[in-house]
C-alpha cells in the first residue's frame, strides 16, 4: 500500500487539519477542534475496510467532521470558551476607551498592542462574539439592501462533496438512484416516479425519508 493509501493516523493528520480549518473562529479553539478530528481519524482507521471500494479519505472526512461537530451538538449552542470570552469582554473594554479617546475604531493592529493578545487570537473572539448576520439590511430609507457573504474556502467545499458520495455509498441502489433523478437531473417528482416505476405519493414519502437520514448524517 502506498503511502497515500495508508489508513495509519499519522500517515492522514493532514486531512483533521482540512476539517478542522473550517470550523476556525465559531467559538471552540483549533486546538479542540483538532483533538475531537484526531479521535474521528482514529475511529475511521479502526472501522475502515477496504472491500468497500472507497478510498480511506473519502471514508475518513465524515467520520472526522461527526467527532468535530459532535463539540457543537453537546453544547446545544456553539459553545465558546472562557479564554475567548474574557478576550471578547477585554476587546470590547479597550475598543470603547479607544472610540472616546480618538474618535474612531482601533485597527487590527492597534487592539493587539492594547490588550497584548495575537491577532489571530483577536479575530477568533471577535468572530466568536458577534450576533448572527441577517442577509439583509435596511438603511434610513426603509430600503433593503443584500450583503454581500465571503465565498467558503475550496477545501470546505471538498469535505461537503467527500461527505455527501460517503452518505449516499450508504443508500440502496434504488434510493441513490431517486436521488440523483431528483437532485442531479432536477427531474420532478411525477418523472421520477415514471422512471422508477412508483407513484408520485411513494416517491414523495420516500424522499422525506431520505432527506431526513441525509440531513442526520450530514449535520
Known amino acids: 500500500m502506498n503511502r497515500s ?3 495509519a493516523p499519522e500517515d492522514n493528520l493532514g486531512l483533521v487539519h ?3 480549518n473550517r470550523f476556525r ?3 471552540i479553539e483549533y486546538d479542540d477542534l483538532y483533538s475531537a478530528g484526531c479521535i474521528g481519524l482514529v475511529k475511521a482507521s479502526r472501522a475502515f475496510d477496504e472491500e468497500r471500494g472507497v478510498k480511506f ?3 475518513a472526512v465524515p467520520v472526522i467532521l461527526g467527532e468535530i461537530k ?3 451538538r453537546d453544547g446545544g449552542t456553539v459553545k465558546v470558551s472562557r479564554t475567548l470570552k474574557e478576550l471578547a469582554l477585554k476587546l470590547s473594554r479597550e475598543s470603547e476607551i479607544f472610540r472616546r479617546r480618538q474618535g474612531r475604531e482601533p485597527t487590527l493592529e492597534e487592539l493587539s498592542e492594547l490588550t497584548g493578545a495575537p491577532k489571530e487570537d483577536i479575530i477568533e473572539a471577535l468572530n466568536a462574539s458577534q450576533p448572527a448576520l441577517s442577509l439583509t439590511v435596511s438603511d434610513d430609507d426603509d430600503n433593503s439592501t443584500q450583503t ?5 474556502p475550496p477545501d470546505e467545499e471538498i469535505t461537503d462533496k467527500l461527505s455527501l458520495r460517503q452518505v449516499l455509498n ?3 441502489p434504488e434510493d441513490r438512484l431517486l436521488i440523483e433523478l431528483r437532485y442531479y437531473k432536477g427531474l420532478t417528482q ?3 416516479a415514471e422512471a422508477l416505476g412508483m407513484t408520485q405519493v411513494q416517491v414523495s414519502r420516500r424522499e422525506k425519508k431520505l432527506l431526513t437520514f441525509l440531513r442526520s448524517r450530514l449535520i
Open 57 to 59: 479519505s473519502t471514508y
Open 25 to 27: 473562529g465559531r467559538g
Open 170 to 172: 450508504e443508500l440502496s
Open 18 to 20: 482540512l476539517c478542522a
Open 148 to 152: 454581500d457573504l465571503p465565498v467558503p
Open 190 to 192: 411525477t418523472k421520477t
Open 5 to 7: 493509501d495508508s489508513t
Open 70 to 72: 459532535r463539540l457543537f
